[in-house]
């Protein structure tokens, strides 16, 4: 089950970043977010970058970095299909808006997307999920579109994805 937290989340930064074209890209939304931390003049204004390299045995990970300024790297692995590629940016994206990450908190990693029981994996998902998938928007192009390879082509997602938003949603 998603958590209200995480998709409320998605939902803002969507909001606050998204040109409204399909498929969503990740990378503009994490580009149109700064970050605050702190106040006064303790006040840090943090980015985010997103960006991919061959990633051996790793789909991604989220990191806070320090150089050239203090900020946080989302990395995805561009060996991988790219819709695949898309989830991993919107789950690492996750990751960091989630707090999942910071100066305290080493690299997080991901090989599978499985959860394992572990919420801060969960929430990253049900963020990813609502994020490139809006319920509102899957909703509506379901109606449309009956096919599920064309729906997830629309959102830019693997057939598998868009299958288990859709029985998540309700609408399978
Ligand atoms: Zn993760």
Known sequence: MATPQAVQLANRARELAW???FPIDPHEIAAGITIVRGSGEDEQ???ITMEGEPLDQLSGYAEFIEAPEPGYRCAYNTDEALVRQRFTQAHELGHVL???VSKDHTRLRDTTF????DWREIDANAFAAE???PAEYVRH???KIPHISELARFFGVSPTAIRYRLINLGLL
């Open 19 to 21: 040109d409204g074209n």
């Open 141 to 143: 192009q379901a109606s």
């Open 131 to 133: 994020l490139i998938m």
């Open 114 to 117: 499985n959860d394992r029981g």
């Open 98 to 100: 989630l707090k999942h």
């Open 45 to 47: 204004r943090l980015s």
